[in-house]
Nanobody, 123 residues
Framework: QVQLVESGGGLVQAGGSLRLSCAVS???????MGWFRQAPGLEREFVAA????????RYADSVNGRFTISKDNAKNTGYLQMNSLKPEDTAVYYC?????????????????WGQGTQVTVSS
């Protein structure tokens, strides 16, 4: 059974950085890995996605230029480097994997999800 485990969340001051990791076990990191987030009272939103081959990426406008998604196929692990963090980035961050071959923001295209990691940015 495929399992995804996120790590690296925490409390950081505005302007700071965090690096999230997503370790995939029980199967290969399939075609795409995505990061999503959900803040209290808000709907889950797309953050970034990357394809296993060719490393094609896609970012939400709100994080483009501040966040960088990457992956290590040999380690079956994905990463989200978050720089210049803002209080509005506060949320639970989830990683997910899917079988489509393009970096989609559509959550329905992802088959497996992690349990989430909390990121809190103080002002």
């Amino acid at each position: 059974q495929v399992q995804l485990v996120e790590s690296g969340g925490g409390l950081v001051q505005a302007g700071g950085s965090l690096r999230l990791s997503c370790a995939v076990s029980g199967g290969a990191f399939t075609n795409i890995m995505g990061w999503f987030r959900q803040a209290p009272g808000l709907e889950r939103e797309f953050v970034a996605a990357i394809t296993r081959s060719l490393s094609r990426t896609r970012y939400a406008d709100s994080v483009n230029g501040r966040f960088t998604i990457s992956k290590d196929n040999a380690k079956n692990t994905g990463y989200l480097q978050m720089n210049s963090l803002k209080p509005e980035d506060t949320a639970v961050y989830y990683c997910a994997t899917g079988t489509v071959a393009y970096p989609t923001p559509d959550a329905a295209m992802y088959n497996y999800w992690g349990q989430g990691t909390q990121v809190t940015v103080s002002s």
